[in-house]
């Protein structure tokens, strides 16, 4: 959930998120709808995370990290 935020949490999909409230888009387990949806995010978030060395990754875990902290989303514990 950390490495793919902007891709789970995008505003440019229509009508997945009816409340502040929702940890997940509606879409969220429509295969293959998420994906179709969000494909260009999904392919750039990969490409970004297949070029990554440790300290990239770190940076990227502990910037989302910082950024998101308490926010509910599924798949994501702050504990």
Known sequence: GLLFWNVIFSSDVPDVFL????DAP????????????RKQLVEDTLSRLKACDANDLKEWVGSSWEQHKGVSCRGVTWE
């Open 26 to 37: 509606l879409d969220m387990h429509t295969y293959p709808y998420f994906y179709r949806n």
């Open 19 to 22: 409340t502040p409230f929702q």
